[in-house]
């Protein structure tokens, strides 16, 4: 591979590192490294079920990261219905430790401002807890989607998928959020081993036009930080421009911005593709309280409409039935787009709310809660995948060898084990929800969306 590298490429990384250029550049043809980071609001090491894969996966511990492991490829974890139960995210394992710097507090407000396909976003709205909020963001409405399917995968209750350019979020959002994550466009040489076609695509004039990006979206990321907020900057290039000199630049043009740290993970030094992470801290002031007056005239929480009030009560008596250990939703509001009602959370302190998505798209406006048909309720395949097993009033199990279970998987109906209740209930890999199905003589009809079954 590393025959293969840009030569303007490799004349610049040998004028940026010197006698450390070699093993940097031989680095290109040393094998990868696989991470996958565990969802601590399904489960955590501690687990039994842990024990079991640890061997099976190879798993070792990532040392910035308290939830990732590195994996061996073989092992091929995306495969695993644990990965279908959101058990765990396939993310590589220097990626993880933007999050990690940018150190969410449970209960803030965040915003990850270019989230998909949506590792920071799932590892951030794990860090806050049911009482926080995670506005995501992904400009690409295709992407936008992946990322809304990666949150609801991993049961996150507290986290809105939106896709907005980043001007327009900062017309709405100014000094909106306790900490921003800008895992920003990049030129992407620390993906030239994963993906070889990136190389097609670096030259020194797109390596300008992405610095020039970023300066562009972290001015607006600024524009909305809290005073005292921080704003976690990272990339996955190697190169200064996209990197210290675009803090550089950011710093002269935002002074009440601090840098606090920077970091940076080489693929020649530790096991990882490499990453750069830039911390950032609003130093205070009065400009942005101005704006917070402008969010504050966005309007208040309405109250819902007769028809959502109506949906809502609805869903409840579904609940009730289906669901009578339901754990409480998160401070929010329901709301109904069409048939689809969502759960839209407010966060702590109730600034956020449904007039504050007027006019943006948003493709996950909130946890998903179901489908409003005629005369019936169909839940959601995200509330499933949001609730523990004991939320429910019976559930499918099956265990991971079972042929059921990969029946199920692949979208099949299939023979209900003893003593399961009819109507709606959840599938289970072991005690870990997969998707609904609906049981009646003895069949368990298949209501995993079509798009996540296996081919
Ligand atoms: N944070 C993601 C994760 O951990 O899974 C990866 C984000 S990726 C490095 C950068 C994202 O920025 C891409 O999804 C891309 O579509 C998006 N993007 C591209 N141009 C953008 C722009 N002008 N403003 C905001 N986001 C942009």
Same mark, same amino acid.
């Given at each position: 591979?590393?025959?293969?590298?840009?030569? *303007?490429?490799?004349?610049?990384?040998?004028?940026?590192?010197?006698?450390?250029? =070699?093993?940097?550049?031989?680095?290109?043809?040393?094998?990868?490294?696989?991470?996958?980071?565990?969802?601590?609001?399904?489960?955590?090491?501690?687990?039994?079920?842990?024990?079991?894969?640890?061997?099976?996966?190879?798993?070792?511990?990532?040392?910035?990261?308290?939830?990732?492991?590195?994996?061996?490829? =073989?092992?091929?974890?995306?495969?695993?219905?644990?990965?279908?139960?959101?058990?765990?995210?396939?993310?590589?394992? #220097?990626?993880?430790?933007?999050?990690?710097?940018?150190?969410?507090?449970?209960?803030?407000?965040?915003?990850?401002?270019?989230?998909?396909?949506?590792?920071?976003?799932?590892?951030?709205?794990?860090?806050?807890?049911?009482?926080?909020?995670?506005?995501?963001?992904?400009?690409?409405?295709?992407?936008?989607?992946?990322?809304?399917?990666?949150?609801?995968?991993?049961? *996150?209750?507290?986290?809105?998928?939106?896709?907005?350019?980043?001007?327009?979020?900062?017309?709405?959002?100014?000094?909106?959020?306790?900490?921003?994550?800008?895992?920003?466009?990049? #030129?992407?040489?620390?993906?030239?081993?994963?993906?070889?076609?990136?190389?097609?695509?670096?030259?020194?004039?797109?390596?300008?036009?992405?610095?020039?990006?970023?300066?562009?979206? %972290?001015?607006?990321?600024?524009?909305?930080?809290?005073?005292?907020?921080?704003?976690?900057?990272?990339?996955?290039?190697?190169?200064?421009?996209?990197?210290?000199?675009?803090?550089?630049?950011?710093?002269?043009?935002?002074?009440?911005?601090?840098?606090?740290?920077?970091?940076?993970?080489?693929?020649?030094?530790?096991?990882?593709?490499?990453?750069?992470?830039? %911390?950032?801290?609003? *130093?205070?002031?009065?400009?942005?309280?101005? @704006?917070? *007056?402008?969010?504050?005239?966005?309007?208040?929480?309405?109250?819902?409409?007769?028809?959502?009030?109506?949906?809502?009560?609805?869903?409840?008596?579904?609940?009730?039935?289906?669901?009578?250990?339901?754990?409480?939703?998160?401070?929010?509001?329901?709301?109904?787009?069409?048939?689809?009602?969502?759960?839209?959370?407010?966060?702590?302190?109730?600034?956020?709310?449904?007039?504050?998505? =007027?006019? +943006?798209?948003?493709?996950?406006?909130?946890?998903?809660?179901?489908?409003?048909?005629?005369?019936?309720? @169909?839940?959601?395949?995200?509330?499933?995948?949001?609730?523990?097993?004991?939320?429910?009033?019976?559930?499918?199990?099956?265990?991971?060898?079972?042929?059921?279970?990969?029946?199920?998987?692949?979208?099949?109906?299939?023979?209900?084990?003893?003593?399961?209740?009819?109507?709606?209930?959840?599938?289970?890999?072991?005690?870990?929800?997969?998707?609904?199905?609906? +049981?009646? @003589?003895?069949?368990?009809?298949?209501?995993?969306?079509?798009?996540?079954?296996?081919?």
């Amino acid at each position: 591979m590393r025959n293969l590298l840009p030569p *303007a490429f490799v004349g610049r990384v040998t004028d940026m590192l010197g006698p450390e250029a =070699e093993p940097f550049l031989a680095s290109y043809d040393a094998p990868r490294s696989f991470g996958l980071r565990l969802n601590p609001a399904k489960w955590s090491a501690e687990a039994p079920e842990f024990a079991e894969l640890m061997p099976l996966f190879g798993l070792e511990p990532i040392p910035w990261c308290p939830t990732g492991y590195y994996y061996a490829e =073989e092992a091929r974890p995306g495969k695993h219905p644990y990965h279908a139960a959101g058990l765990y995210y396939l993310q590589e394992p #220097s990626a993880m430790s933007s999050a990690e710097l940018l150190a969410p507090q449970p209960g803030e407000t965040v915003l990850d401002l270019a989230a998909a396909p949506g590792g920071k976003a799932t590892q951030i709205a794990a860090k806050l807890g049911p009482d926080g909020l995670l506005i995501a963001n992904e400009i690409h409405p295709a992407r936008a989607q992946i990322l809304s399917e990666n949150l609801e995968r991993m049961g *996150a209750a507290n986290a809105v998928a939106v896709n907005a350019p980043p001007d327009k979020l900062a017309e709405r959002f100014p000094a909106f959020f306790d900490r921003i994550m800008l895992d920003a466009p990049c #030129s992407g040489e620390g993906m030239f081993r994963k993906d070889p076609d990136a190389m097609k695509e670096w030259s020194p004039a797109h390596v300008e036009m992405c610095a020039a990006r970023q300066l562009d979206i %972290v001015r607006h990321a600024a524009a909305m930080l809290k005073p005292g907020g921080v704003l976690g900057y990272s990339t996955c290039t190697f190169n200064r421009e996209e990197n210290e000199e675009l803090i550089q630049a950011v710093l002269r043009e935002c002074p009440a911005l601090e840098l606090e740290r920077t970091e940076r993970i080489w693929p020649h030094l530790t096991r990882g593709e490499g990453h750069f992470v830039a %911390v950032l801290r609003h *130093a205070g002031g009065s400009e942005n309280t101005d @704006e917070n *007056a402008r969010t504050r005239k966005a309007g208040r929480v309405k109250p819902p409409s007769r028809q959502t009030a109506e949906a809502m009560a609805q869903f409840q008596a579904f609940a009730a039935e289906y669901l009578p250990a339901m754990p409480e939703l998160p401070a929010g509001e329901p709301i109904l787009f069409g048939e689809q009602l969502y759960w839209l959370p407010h966060g702590r302190g109730g600034r956020f709310h449904a007039g504050l998505l =007027e006019g +943006l798209k948003a493709p996950r406006p909130g946890l998903h809660l179901a489908t409003m048909k005629k005369n019936r309720v @169909e839940p959601a395949h995200a509330l499933a995948l949001a609730m523990p097993l004991s939320a429910f009033r019976g559930a499918a199990r099956f265990a991971l060898s079972s042929p059921e279970l990969d029946a199920y998987l692949r979208g099949h109906a299939v023979q209900a084990p003893e003593g399961v209740p009819s109507g709606w209930v959840p599938v289970c890999a072991g005690r870990f929800p997969l998707g609904w199905a609906k +049981l009646s @003589e003895g069949q368990l009809k298949n209501h995993l969306p079509k798009g996540l079954r296996k081919l």
